[in-house]
């Protein structure tokens, strides 16, 4: 991942929901003024939900798949993300087979909705094929803030 967009994963329920977040902050590299202001480019809060969705597929999992974005039915975003906004991303799974699943999700900051996704269609890809399973283990557990099997962290 060139961005990582997710900082914590506050709750997931296997195969159903991710509750996730990003605390934006100006060292962020990322930051584009269109005139009003500095605003975190609206594909990359997309781009936050997937990460979100990507780490409920491996957490389900338990590390042998990731997801890798197919397509998006529809998004609509509602306000700008600015440098020390907490983005509270919520993900929920409409459907998921061996090879596919499919997330809709929203994306908030203090209460205010400030994008909706539909149906966002992602492969699921073997995570071996992409990571070294082990680091990928490792950076779940900081994530959601449990240990590693084993008890490393």
């Not at 996730?20 to 594909?43: C, I, N, Q, V, Y």
């Not at 936050?48 to 974005?69: M, S």
């Amino acid at each position: 991942m060139r961005f990582h967009l997710i900082d914590r994963i506050d709750a997931w329920t296997p195969g159903r929901t991710i509750r996730a977040r990003k605390l934006t902050s100006w060292w962020e590299d990322f930051w584009r003024d269109e005139g009003d202001g500095p605003e975190m480019p609206e594909p990359l809060v997309l781009e936050a939900l997937c990460q979100a969705g990507t780490w409920l597929i491996i957490a389900t999992t338990d590390v042998r798949r990731r997801a890798a974005l197919l397509s998006v039915d529809g998004v609509a975003f509602h306000g700008p993300v600015r440098p020390g906004d907490v983005l509270v991303l919520d993900g929920a799974v409409e459907s998921m087979g061996d090879e596919t699943a499919v997330l809709s999700g929203t994306a908030s900051v203090n209460g205010r909705l400030v994008m909706e996704a539909d149906a966002v269609m992602c492969a699921l890809l073997p995570a071996e094929d992409l990571e070294d399973p082990e680091e990928t283990r490792r950076m779940l557990a900081r994530l959601t803030r449990e240990p590693v099997a084993g008890g490393a962290r």
